[in-house]
Structure formats: structure tokens, C-alpha cells
């Protein structure tokens, strides 16, 4: 028998229609639960109904190997899987067609070598696989301030709007990340995250919704709207204590975007775990890749500057933004006393992995992860690294493969390379534990150089506590002495309070 031959169709999903604005609910995920429901309210504020998808988990790997390519990268195998599992399940709650016509998938892409530029065809596969290829599924371009996407109108309040919302949630997560581990009382820290992100929510789904690209625009740069809010967050964090003489290992997170920012079971809760085991977590914000983005557009545009027209006009118009963004993001730290920590510099970053990585081998984090390495470990931020690679990830071999010579020049520095592929959990765990016990004898060498230098005991310093209860507060920020433990560079504080030093 002749069967019939269906030739491929490209996806195109069916447009958005404004009347249906109000029905249809935009669904989306990737980042912490913090992020996701600070979106959720800049979507509401721009007019939509949105839900962020349930949070990730180990049995998404498995249901995302059923519908793409069991090769994959395991970041985009979770989110897949994740998509498919919300879907089978509102299908079975609701019914497809309530499903097809009730929700929309929207997802961020980008041009680029790895498989962050394919995303949208694996979940095609799911739509596929669920019988589900009459479902919208929308694809933002992250780069652009204002785009339509078959009727998601993204405009530059909401584009502003995200922007804000992840700052927001990157300060908030430094600021958890930063208190959890010295918490007198456990699980105020948690208490208070939960009351700021519905402070920080309800900031953002009321902020006043400015007509016009440019009048929005200059109201997102001028206004003080989310300082305010984060002052009156920051009321909350002053009623944590904390006893800061807990020796804690400093770890910072490095790795591949997704991993890296996830919190739960897509990268074994590694966050947590280090936290259980006795360490201080210092969490990626999410605004240093795209600080990197920006940076990687002028960087190309200076090397082919010949060839590029306006060359100068267009040079220093991306400078300008890349100030203002910095200049956005200190300004909302600051409402935060300045705890949760800077931006890394760009340049200085390309400037470290250089030698061992170009730049232009760009994906995933591309030269990043060599050069924030490298810079914790010249700048003593961090006692060791913690790097989540993604199992089936190309940019990621390629930079842990220049890693090695890294190590080779600098055997000092503690890394912990974590391969995630979702079914080695113990392996991974107790390759990062060794290192941890190395940094655990750092920190505390560290503490003991530290109290000896400064000629103070830990009783010194309760006692000191005692008599100025602000001390004891999570809201105050410890200079850095120039050690990477929290501990260490807290005695220094009090020795130069108490004028021993
Ligand atoms: S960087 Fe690696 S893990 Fe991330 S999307 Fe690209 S290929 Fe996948």
C-alpha cells in the first residue's frame, strides 16, 4: 500500500487576538521561584494573565527524554519535560481543547552555537508529542526592547518591567543566600524572602503603566518606585539576628546558565546541600549574563569596527546603556544597604580567561566561568568553586576543558566541577564534598590568623554584640578585608571598631 507523504511544516503558532487577552493565560518558567513570580506580576501589570510552571522535577528528565532528543543538553531535557508534564496534566484536568485555546507557552531565545537557539524546537517536539501542535508557543527575543510576537506585544514597559523584576530578584536571592547560614532562628530567613517577594510582587504588578517608548523609557531610568520598595524591604531584614562567628566555607556557583540558577531538583539541590553541609552559598545573579550579552555586542561591534557604519555613534550608545544598567542595579543595592554584591566587571572577566579562552568562542557562558574563577580567586570572594556542568553541553566541555590548564597554572584554586545529568547524584555530591572539606579547613585556618592578627576571642566579640545588639542584625554589610570568609573579615570589622587594629 501507497501511503501518503506529509511533507515538514515549519511551527507557526496561531496569533494572539486582543480579545482574548483576557482568557488566555501566559505560562513560563527557566529561572528561581523568586524571578518567576516577580515576571508573573510585570505580565499582570501589562495586562496579561500569567502562571510560571511548576517547579522543576528529577521525573521531568524522564518525561522529557520521551519527546526530544535524549541527547540533548540537560537543561533543555528538564525544561522540556517540565513543559510536557504541566501540559499532560492540564489537558487531563481541563481537557485539550480548554488547553490549545486557554494557554500560551512563552519562551526566551537567541541566536547562538549551542542549544539555547533550538529551545523552541524541542518543545515543538513536546506539542508534537502531546498532540498538542495547534498550542501556542511564542519566542522572545531577549535582545529586543519591544517586539510582537503573533500578538504578545512586548513593549518597553514590560520589557523594563522584566528587567526590573530580575534585579529584584537576584538582590533578594543575594540577600537569602547571604543570611540563611548565620540565622539565630531558623527559618526566619525564609519568613522574611517569602514577605519580600510579595512586597516586591505587588510593587511591580502596581507600577504605573507609562504610554510611549520614550516617556516609558525615562520613566523606568528616573524613577523610585522599586528603591522605595526595597527600602521597605530591606525594614524587614533588620529584624533577623545572626551570629556571624559561624565559620562557613564560602562557595560560589558557577557553570552553565540554567544550572547555575536553578534552585531544586534539576541540579540536585546543590545549593541547599552546600548549605546543609555548613557552607555560604554565593548565589549567580541572573543580570551578570546579561550584562555579559551586552558586553559581547560591543566587543564584536570594536572588532569589526571597519565594517560597522556609525561606528561611534552606535559604540558609545551601547556604552551609555551598559552605565545605565550598571547604575540601575547599584542604585537598587544600595536600598539594600549594599549587601547583596556587585556586578562583576565585564572586562576584567575577558581580561582573566583570556589566556586560556577567547571570547568569541561564545555559548553558553563562554569565557565567564573561566573568568569568574579566576576572579573570586584573585580577589579572595570565595574559599572554593562550584561548577555545574550540564551533561551534552558543547561550550561547557570546551570550557572545562580549558579549565584544566587553569589548574595547572593555579593549583591553589579549590574547584569542584559538578557534572548534572540528572542520575548520579551520590557521585556528583561526593566529588563536591572533598573539596569542601579543604575549604573547610581554609575558612577556619583563616578565622584563627584572623582572631590572633586582631588579638580578640570569640568572647570578645559576644560581649562586644552585647553592647551594640545592631551588630547582630542580617541588615549590615561587612566590609571585605580581604578575606573570602564571612567569619574572618566580621572580626576584622569589630577589631577596627573596637580601634584594636
Ligand atoms: S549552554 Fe549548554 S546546557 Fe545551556 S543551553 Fe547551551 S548547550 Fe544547553
Known amino acids: 500500500m501507497i501511503g501518503t507523504t506529509e511533507h515538514y511544516r515549519a511551527y507557526r503558532p496561531r496569533p494572539l487576538k486582543p480579545e482574548e487577552k483576557e482568557k488566555v493565560t501566559l505560562i513560563f518558567g527557566g529561572l528561581t521561584w523568586k524571578h518567576e513570580r516577580l515576571m508573573q506580576a510585570v505580565l499582570e501589570n501589562a495586562g496579561y494573565r500569567a502562571k510560571p510552571l511548576p517547579q522543576i522535577k528529577r521525573e521531568d528528565l524522564d518525561v522529557g527524554k520521551e519527546f526530544i532528543d535524549p541527547g540533548a543538553c540537560c537543561p533543555a531535557i528538564f525544561t522540556a519535560g517540565n513543559l510536557a508534564r504541566f501540559l499532560k496534566d492540564r489537558v487531563e484536568k481541563e481537557g485539550r481543547e480548554v488547553v490549545k485555546d486557554n494557554y500560551v507557552f512563552v519562551t526566551a531565545g537567541a541566536c547562538g552555537p549551542c542549544r539555547f537557539g533550538q529551545y523552541h ?17 511564542f519566542l522572545v527575543d531577549i535582545l529586543k526592547m519591544e517586539q510582537e510576537e503573533g500578538g504578545l506585544e512586548i513593549t518597553t514597559s514590560l520589557t523594563l518591567g522584566l528587567l526590573y523584576a530580575v534585579f529584584m530578584g537576584d538582590l533578594l536571592t543575594d540577600m537569602e543566600y547571604a543570611t540563611r547560614p548565620y540565622e539565630v532562628k531558623e527559618g526566619n530567613t525564609e519568613r522574611v524572602l517569602k514577605e519580600s517577594v510579595e512586597l516586591a510582587y505587588e510593587s511591580l504588578r502596581k507600577k504605573p503603566v507609562v504610554e510611549g517608548k520614550w516617556k516609558s523609557l525615562a520613566w523606568h531610568i528616573l524613577t523610585s518606585h522599586f528603591v522605595k520598595t526595597l527600602r521597605d524591604i530591606a525594614e524587614l ?16 556557583i558557577t557553570g552553565e546558565f540554567w544550572l547555575q540558577t536553578h534552585e531544586g531538583e534539576g541540579n540536585y539541590r546543590i545549593k541547599q546541600w552546600l548549605e546543609e553541609e555548613g557552607a555560604e552559598v554565593i548565589p549567580p545573579p541572573i543580570a551578570v549574563w546579561m550584562d555579559y550579552l551586552m558586553h559581547m555586542e560591543l566587543w564584536k561591534m570594536e572588532e569589526s569596527k571597519d565594517f560597522v557604519k556609525r561606528y561611534y555613534l552606535k559604540k558609545y550608545l551601547l556604552k551609555f546603556l551598559i552605565w545605565l544598567y550598571h547604575l540601575t542595579y547599584n542604585r537598587l543595592r544600595r536600598s539594600l544597604g549594599n549587601i547583596p554584591n556587585p556586578l562583576p566587571p565585564q572586562e576584567e572577566l ?80 561526593s566529588r563536591c564534598q572533598m573539596i569542601l572539606t579543604e575549604a573547610k579547613k581554609r575558612a577556619t585556618l583563616e578565622f584563627e590568623e584572623v582572631l590572633e592578627k586582631t588579638g580578640l576571642t570569640p568572647e570578645d566579640i559576644k560581649n562586644y554584640e552585647e553592647e551594640n545588639t545592631n551588630l547582630k542584625s542580617a541588615f549590615l554589610k561587612i566590609p571585605h578585608y580581604g578575606y573570602a570568609g564571612t567569619s574572618a573579615n566580621y572580626v576584622m570589622y569589630i577589631a577596627k571598631k573596637m580601634r584594636r587594629v
Open 350 to 429: 575577558k581580561r582573566l580567561a583570556d589566556p586560556f579562552f577567547h571570547f568569541r568562542l561564545a555559548g553558553g557562558e563562554g569565557h565567564m566561568l573561566i573568568g569568574k574563577a579566576l576572579y573570586v580567586y584573585f580577589n579572595k570572594h570565595a574559599h572554593m568553586v562550584c561548577e555545574l556542568s550540564p551533561y551534552g553541553c558543547l561550550p561547557n566541555t570546551m570550557s572545562a576543558g580549558a579549565m584544566q590548564a587553569v589548574l595547572g597554572k593555579y593549583p591553589d584554586l579549590l574547584y569542584a566541577p559538578i557534572e548534572i545529568k540528572g542520575d548520579a547524584e551520590v557521585h556528583a555530591l
Open 237 to 252: 531584614w533588620k529584624e533577623i539576628e545572626v551570629d556571624r562567628l559561624r565559620v562557613k566555607p564560602k562557595v560560589k
Open 121 to 137: 524546537e524541542s518543545y515543538e517536539r513536546v506539542l508534537e508529542g502531546t498532540d498538542l501542535r495547534d498550542f501556542r508557543l
